[in-house]
T-cell receptor, first 113, second 114 residues
Framework: GDSVTQMEGPVTLSEEAFLTINCTYT??????LFWYVQYPGEGLQLLLK?????DKGSNKGFEATYRKETTSFHLEKGSVQVSDSAVYFC????????????FGGGTRVLVKP | DTAVSQTPKYLVTQMGNDKSIKCEQN?????MYWYKQDSKKFLKIMFS???????INETVPNRFSPKSPDKAHLNLHINSLELGDSAVYFC?????????????FGSGTRLTVV
């Protein structure tokens, strides 16, 4: 079945540091890929997405590129802020699995001033 | 505001009770979902409805019963609550079942069974 693996946290960074969160996936079909963010006490918000190979999703300074050859969708941000502290989830949606959204385990990011 | 709204936000109840969580979306979306988030933040789909029709029913105890009176509402009823049901339950919706569609999530219902 489909699965998503992302690096375990917590990831602790200083403000203005570079952030990378690794994400790899396994899917029977040709999935769409997503990053969601969950701020403390809130629901999940869609951060960015990519629907085909080599697509780059971007939003709020975050970027991720759909790499079919390495089955990866790593999230990056060049200069993090304290307000980026949250849990980040990588996810895929696969038509062969009824288009349900399958999530990775989440990575907690803590940015210190 | 356009959103996915869930009620209640917090629910504390005793083992063996029956409780319901309500979800409504005013986004005009056709598909709605229930997800469970455990204490380690792991998210797992429970159910999905498209235009009031059940399309995804994961391996969930039959004490959990979803009900969709119309495509804007998807409620979750839980019978005979157990300690292991304690979790955060998220409702979500999407425009369709196309795989490129992202979901819009509600803010969650934290269920604590004591």
């Amino acid at each position: 079945g489909d699965s998503v693996t992302q690096m375990e946290g917590p990831v602790t960074l200083s403000e203005e540091a570079f952030l990378t969160i690794n994400c790899t996936y396994t899917a029977t079909g040709y999935p769409s890929l997503f990053w969601y963010v969950q701020y403390p006490g809130e629901g999940l918000q869609l951060l960015l997405k990519a629907t085909k190979a080599d697509d780059k999703g971007s939003n709020k300074g975050f970027e991720a590129t759909y790499r079919k050859e390495t089955t990866s969708f790593h999230l990056e941000k060049g200069s993090v802020q304290v307000s980026d502290s949250a849990v980040y989830f990588c996810a895929l949606s696969d038509r062969a699995a009824g288009n349900k959204l399958t999530f990775g385990g989440g990575t907690r990011v803590l940015v210190k001033p | 505001d356009t959103a996915v709204s869930q009620t209640p936000k917090y629910l504390v109840t005793q083992m063996g009770n029956d409780k319901s969580i309500k979800c409504e979306q005013n986004l005009g979306h056709d598909t709605m979902y229930w997800y469970k988030q455990d204490s380690k933040k792991f998210l797992k789909i429970m159910f999905s409805y498209n235009n009031k029709e059940l399309i995804i029913n994961e391996t969930v105890p039959n004490r959990f019963s979803p009900k969709s009176p119309d495509k804007a509402h998807l409620n979750l009823h839980i019978n005979s609550l157990e300690l292991g049901d304690s979790a955060v339950y998220f409702c979500a919706s999407s425009r369709g079942v196309g795989q490129g569609e992202g979901y819009t999530f509600g803010s969650g219902t934290r269920l604590t069974v004591v």
